[in-house]
């Protein structure tokens, strides 16, 4: 099955730059989403087909898509912006699949 | 687009728990219609996918045999029914929307709170 690998977590303070990884096995052929979820909340959707953002989402968040990795950068972090933070592909065998997330904690 | 669940579930083991999610402000049957879990302070868990127009569905390994996706057009609603609970299957389960394998998990709903316990 396919598998995808984020690093568990990651800390910025307010006004730097925060860059979270997702590798997996040539993940650059295939498409990944980004999404932000609160504490107590549902998951939202930031990023998708790699680098494109919903309606209503900052154009501080950014992604991109390459080789084995894809990256959700978030630029001029913000207090509002601690979360947790997962990747997601589709893959033909294994269909919807998750990282395991990546908690960003602002300093 | 808002996708509505039903409320908290409390199971013992054995049983088996049926979830439902409402979809309002589109289309039912034009967008698939995808399951997640969510145990405490774990990640996110894909479980299974259904296409409300055709009633095709689609499992994750994990939970094949246990887990049964159906919908009603008519009241424009999904279901999500596992069976054999365990205290492993205590998380919390959402429901969202999938227009394209391209396109993510656009909208969610609120989640609903399954504990298994004897």
């Known amino acids: 099955s396919y598998e995808l690998t984020q690093s568990p977590s990651l800390s910025v303070s307010p006004g730097q730059t925060a860059s979270i990884t997702c590798s997996g096995d040539q993940l650059g052929d295939k498409y990944t989403c980004w999404y932000q979820q609160k504490p107590g909340q549902s998951p939202v959707l930031v990023i998708y087909?790699?680098?494109k953002r919903p309606s209503g989402i900052p154009e501080r968040f950014s992604g991109s898509n390459s080789g084995n990795t894809a990256t959700l950068t978030i630029s001029g972090i913000q207090a509002m912006d601690e979360a947790d933070y997962y990747c997601q592909a589709w893959d033909s065998s294994s269909f919807v699949v998750f990282g395991g997330g990546t908690k960003l904690t602002v300093l | 687009v808002q996708l509505v669940q039903s409320g908290a579930e409390l199971k013992k083991p054995g049983a088996s728990v049926k979830v439902s999610c409402k979809a309002s402000g589109y289309t039912f049957s034009t967008y698939d219609i995808v399951w997640v879990r969510q145990a405490t302070g774990q990640g996110l868990e894909w479980m299974g996918w259904?296409?409300?127009?055709?009633?095709?569905?689609g499992y994750a390994q994990k939970f094949q045999g246990r887990v049964t996706l159906t919908r009603n057009t008519s009241i424009s609603t999904a279901y999500m029914d596992l069976s054999s609970l365990r205290s492993e299957d205590t998380a919390v389960y959402y429901c969202?929307?999938?227009?394209?394998?391209?396109?993510?998990?656009?909208?969610w709903g609120q989640g609903t709170l399954v504990t298994v316990s004897s």
């Open positions: 969202a929307r999938f227009p394209t394998v391209t396109s993510g998990l656009d909208s």
């Open positions: 259904m296409n409300p127009y055709s009633g095709n569905t």
């Open positions: 087909q790699d680098t």
